[in-house]
């Protein structure tokens, strides 16, 4: 069946530090491919997606690259901010099926 | 544009209580609807989805009830509360149509069962 693996958290990082969230993923045909971020208290935002191979999702510095011949749709950003502390979902949604598969969600602490 | 919006946005209730959370969702038509459940520190349960007024598909057997009285209302509901029934619960939509398919998302409504 479909399922999604993210890396376990809590991922604890200094400010301005390179971000690698790691997400694989089993599904069957071409799914599209989703990062979320939940802020605490708050429900989930979509931050960037991809709906084909070779596909790069980019939004607020963070970007993901659709990667078929690896399954997987790491998340990465450049230079994290103390305001990036939040949860991230990685999820895949296979085309034509109505539900969403959400990974575990990792959470990230961004140190000042 | 799109909005969706929870009601409450806490609730503590005694266990053997009833419950009654309500989403609406706006600027949009036939929109798919899900409510998911949050464990502290955890991921998220999908419970149950709609994908059209009176069709409700059930996830997880437990002591809760789903219904869509309107195109854009979901509503979930449990008769008498058990302790596990605490978390945070969210709602969500996406369109009918397209590509894409991502989901949106309410604030949520979190729930202590005492």
């Known amino acids: 069946g479909n399922s999604v693996t993210q890396m376990e958290g809590p991922v604890t990082l200094s400010e301005e530090a390179f971000l690698t969230i790691n997400c694989t993923y089993t599904?069957?045909?071409?799914?599209?491919l989703f990062w979320y971020v939940q802020y605490p208290g708050e429900g989930l935002q979509l931050l960037l997606k991809a709906t084909k191979a070779d596909d790069k999702g980019s939004n607020k510095g963070f970007e993901a690259t659709y990667r078929k011949e690896t399954t997987s749709f790491h998340l990465e950003k450049g230079s994290v901010q103390v305001s990036d502390s939040a949860v991230y979902f990685c999820?895949?949604?296979?085309?034509?099926?109505?539900?969403?598969?959400f990974g575990a969600g990792t959470r990230l602490f961004v140190k000042a | 544009s799109q909005t969706i919006h929870q009601w409450p946005a806490t609730l503590v209730q005694p266990v053997g209580s009833p419950l009654s959370l309500e989403c609406t969702v706006e600027g949009t038509s036939n929109p798919n609807l899900y409510w998911y459940r949050q464990a502290a520190g955890r991921g998220l349960q999908l419970l149950f989805y709609?994908?059209?007024?009176?069709?409700i598909s059930s996830e997880v057997p437990q002591n809760l009830s789903a219904s869509r009285p309107q195109d854009r209302q979901f509503i979930l509901s449990s008769k008498k509360l058990l302790l596990s029934d605490s978390g945070f619960y969210l709602c969500?939509?996406?369109?009918?149509?397209?590509?894409?398919?991502?989901?949106?998302f309410g604030p949520g409504t979190r729930l202590t069962v005492t």
């Open positions: 599904a069957t045909g071409y799914p599209s």
């Open positions: 969500a939509w996406s369109a009918d149509t397209g590509t894409t398919y991502e989901q949106y």
């Open positions: 709609s994908v059209g007024i009176g069709q």
């Open positions: 999820a895949l949604r296979r085309t034509g099926g109505f539900k969403t598969i």
